[in-house]
């Protein structure tokens, strides 16, 4: 469907009045297997907060891509018997297909493996530190886990294995290119204990501040090409050694930007805009808080001023793993039960900064209660309600009285509690405001009982009618409206049956200020929202 909230204006366009500026990514996820519900919290929750900050009338710019070059891929592609190219060829072209099924407005896909504009920026950041003089050689034996594509000491293991994939790393020796690290440590402490690069929540910028109280060690950042396989970015100079991932991979925030030839887009987001997001999960904080931000600083380019770290999903209350059989295919799902449900159950099920479950019980339990029952019977009830009574045109609205006072008052402070709620990139905490005012709206329907007032056919009781249809009517214009970022197919929705237009480009407290409703609109019925779900048979309601 059409994006009603990705407006953009040509960044080479120096007519356009100047907006502020708002940059964010998502990491960009291996591609050794397809898409799993995991990385789709991570890019919903990354497209909610875009769609938002687009909203409030400012120049975003979303990237998202694929992670390719990395020894998982080839190991992948090598237990398949493919070629390493062809492997990821076919899932990054899964992973950008996202955009449909999700309904993401994403402004660029950048892959690691063949987009010309990365291997020419990592390039660009390599040689930077080069001349800085943050890069050496030396032998090196480590414990390297190829699932995290990280090397670990014996004492970050757990019972010898790696604590992130519970598997024992392998032992390696070789010499490598490393990256002075430890010459940057108390800078990095003054930059994140002074929030200059905000790390949200408190708890992951603790533990990175934790870490690097305990001192930095310089790392390795290549790969010698026979352990690579010959897959990878070549180190400048040496076409023995091939980039770490990790080195490759974080550089694709500004390679995508142009930052090879000082592009005008990474000029615009990026050297130029002081708000530059990273969301990112919880298992990779390390490299994106302290890795990626050294680096930056030795090649004297200006640093992430946000990193936001999300939980992980799991299944029916485990991690997600092939061996169980669990991994979820968000595509699957939003085929099978819309994109809507599933992102409104990820965006208000699990809290942005926690771990949380999926289980399908639960899932189609929030669909009927949210949805159907709640949102979509106060469309349908109300849409036929004026269709009854007014011949399907919103009536004027009359002075507030009795239960008005109630619904208006929760109507007019639902913008603050959403701002404040997305400010702490809770979509959560903004979706549970929204839907108290659908329960106080359905509570106001009930109150008044319109259809008593359809009976009593005196003058004061049909201009009491017109007056409760119009105030529903407003609540529903603002849910729509509020429901952009979230689930903005049925905000569309909402707002085609009310006969009104969606404003995704204008003044936000203006377009989300009760009152805003066109007295004379013709709604056009369009049928139930969201149908009932059957609940599975073993958990199904008597």
């Known amino acids: 469907m059409a994006d009603e909230t990705n407006q953009q204006t040509n960044p080479n366009d120096q007519t356009t009045p100047p907006r502020t500026r708002w940059y964010v990514t998502t990491a960009i996820p291996y ?26 009338g400012k120049d975003v710019w979303f990237l998202t891509g694929s992670d390719e070059n990395s020894l998982k891929n ?6 398949l018997g493919i070629p390493t190219q062809e492997l990821v060829d076919s899932n990054a072209d899964q992973f950008a297909a996202l955009r449909g099924p999700l309904d993401l407005s994403f402004d660029d896909f950048i892959r690691t493996s063949t987009d010309p504009r990365h291997a020419a920026g990592v390039r660009k950041l390599w040689e930077a530190c080069a001349a800085h003089g ?4 030396r032998p090196y034996r480590g414990l390297y886990c190829v699932g995290c594509e990280q090397f670990y000491t014996e004492d970050e293991l757990v019972d010898g294995l790696c604590p992130e994939h519970h598997t024992r790393p392998e032992e390696i020796e070789e010499e490598n290119y490393f990256f002075r690290l430890s010459n940057y440590q108390e800078q990095l402490l003054q930059l994140i204990e002074s929030n200059q690069i905000a790390i949200t929540p408190s708890t992951r910028r603790n533990e990175v501040l934790s870490f690097i109280r305990m001192g930095l060690a310089d790392f390795s950042i290549s790969r010698s090409r026979s352990r690579a396989h010959g897959w990878g970015i070549p180190v400048p100079g040496d076409a023995e050694q091939v980039m770490y991932v990790w080195y490759d991979a974080l550089g694709n925030y500004i390679s995508a930007l142009g930052y090879a030839n000082d592009g005008p887009l990474y000029q615009r987001y990026w050297a130029e805009n002081p708000n530059r997001t990273h969301v990112i999960g919880k298992g990779i904080v390390r490299f994106h808080a ?12 200006p640093l992430p001023s946000a990193i936001f770290v999300h939980g992980y999903v799991t299944v029916e209350g485990e991690k997600m793993s092939k061996s169980l059989g669990n991994v979820l295919d968000p595509v699957e799902l939003a085929e099978r039960y819309g994109t809507d449900p599933l ?17 399908l019980e639960r899932f189609l339990r929030t669909y009927n209660a949210d949805l159907a029952d709640q949102l979509g019977n106060l469309l349908n009830r109300t849409v036929s309600m004026v269709g009854r009574y007014f011949g399907g045109v919103a009536p004027a609205p009359g002075a507030p009285q009795g239960p008005d006072a109630a619904l208006i008052a929760l ?10 709620a997305m400010r702490r990139c809770a979509p959560h905490e903004a979706l549970a405001a929204i839907w108290e005012l659908v329960g106080a709206a359905n509570k106001y329907v009930a109150e008044t009982e319109p259809w008593a007032l359809a009976k009593r056919r005196k003058a004061e009781a049909e201009a009491r009618l017109a007056a409760v249809l119009s105030n529903t009517l407003e609540a529903l214009r603002l849910i729509a409206h509020y429901c952009l970022p979230f689930i903005p197919a049925t905000a569309a929705a909402l707002a085609t049956q009310l006969g009104i237009t969606l404003d995704a480009t204008g003044d936000w407290a203006t377009t989300t200020r009760w009152g805003g409703s066109a007295a004379g609109a013709r709604l056009q019925p369009g049928g139930v929202l969201f149908p009932k779900r059957e609940l599975p048979v073993a958990t199904a309601e008597v």
């Open 74 to 79: 080839v190991q992948a592609a090598e237990k």
């Open 290 to 301: 302290i890795y990626w931000p050294a680096m930056l600083l030795s090649a004297g380019v």
């Open 134 to 137: 943050d890069i050496y050689t």
């Open 31 to 56: 591609v050794n297997a397809r898409p799993h519900i995991g990385f789709a919290l991570e890019i919903i929750l990354t497209d909610a907060l875009a769609r938002y900050h687009r909203l409030l």
């Open 343 to 359: 992102r409104y159950y990820l965006l208000r099920e699990i809290p942005a900064t926690e771990d949380g479950d999926f289980s």
């Open 411 to 420: 109507a007019e402070g639902l913008r603050e509690r959403v701002d404040a």
